[in-house]
């Protein structure tokens, strides 16, 4: 159910990598290269990361190894179904359930819809996250959008209205006065990853935008803090071959294994017969209008809120 690319006149949201095919999820070993093995089809535009669990791989407190940002992205979906509606204006719903059950362990269904409108410029996602069994589950969600050219570039620009940015490890601190903007294609340029976290309106919403040096395209991602609390930027902008991409990822959760998140609040529960709605917006932005609108709604979001630039990471990893 992930997205792989978007577009609308000259603008593509998507990006550009080794791995050209969409790689059907027999196989994909997840924990291949020690938990790394969600790489061999990773490619999307928008990819889930979860629900189980999210994050980079490692051996959890349990003992058993957590791979690589969950197993929901290579799980095939049941039901899928399109849906038009027959009145103004005509919306087109593609929905689709994937569940995670595995006999002791875990029990989650997702049922998953991406909603388009013709002629408008976004598209929605609306998940609703639900635990059948009789047991609490633990869950994490991050919405991995991954973004390169013509978006990403040389003075490319991202805004958030931002309370806190912190680097995710020390080889990103080196990075943190510059995490708003972006280099070109640089070889030997190894992931840089910021930890943020939004201010929202009076309502719980936010906007992240990423904007080309000339303003005249970007994305703008909207999401509620209520349902997906934290963001993380991802900065890879290595050789256009390799993969120069940026992400801009929504979730309940960072980056970091599970084990160092449950100290960080991060990793919340699900109870039975419970559900959880997870909503975002990816407004594709086609104009320096459209762009300096989308900015000034991140200004009007952050108002006289400045942004604090923590220098150590939250977690200090191994």
Not at 76 to 82: D, G, H, N
Not at 119 to 140: R, V
Request: aromatic fraction near 10%.
């Amino acid at each position: 159910m992930g997205i792989y690319e978007v577009k609308s006149g000259d603008l593509r949201l998507g990006w550009t990598l080794p791995v050209k095919e969409i790689v059907n999820p027999a196989f994909i070993d997840l924990e291949s290269r020690n938990g790394l093995g969600w790489l061999d089809g990773f490619n999307e535009m928008l990819v889930r990361c979860g629900y189980e669990w999210t994050g980079h791989p490692g051996v959890d407190d349990d003992g058993f190894l957590k791979s690589l940002h969950g197993r929901v992205q290579d799980t095939p979906a049941l039901m899928v179904k399109v849906v038009i509606d027959e009145q103004p204006p005509y919306a087109i719903h593609v929905s689709g359930e994937v569940s995670e059950k595995t006999f002791t362990f875990s029990d989650l269904k997702t049922e998953m819809t991406l909603t388009v409108v013709p002629g408008k410029n976004s598209f929605a996602l609306h998940d609703e996250l639900t635990k059948p069994a009789d047991y609490d589950n633990e869950y994490q969600i991050i919405y991995h959008g991954n973004f390169g050219t013509p978006i990403l570039e040389k003075g490319a620009k991202f805004s958030a209205p931002a309370k806190e940015v912190s680097p995710f490890n020390d080889y990103a601190k080196a990075g943190l006065k510059d995490w708003q903007t972006y280099l070109g294609p640089t070889k030997d340029f190894d992931e840089m990853v910021f930890n943020i976290m939004p201010n929202a309106d009076d309502n719980g919403n936010t906007l992240a935008v990423l904007h080309n040096a000339a303003g005249d395209q970007g994305v703008a991602v909207g999401f509620n803090v209520t349902e997906l609390p934290v963001l993380t930027l991802w900065k890879n902008t290595d050789t256009l071959k390799q993969g120069y991409v940026t992400g801009i990822e929504p979730g309940t959760s960072f980056a970091y294994n599970t084990k160092y998140q449950r100290p960080l609040g991060l990793v919340p529960t699900i109870k039975p017969g419970e559900t959880k709605a997870f909503n975002l917006t990816y407004t594709l932005l086609q104009s320096q209008s459209d762009t300096r609108q989308a900015l000034d709604k991140v200004e009007a979001i952050k108002g006289s809120q400045d942004t604090t630039l923590r220098e150590a990471p939250l977690v200090a990893l191994p």
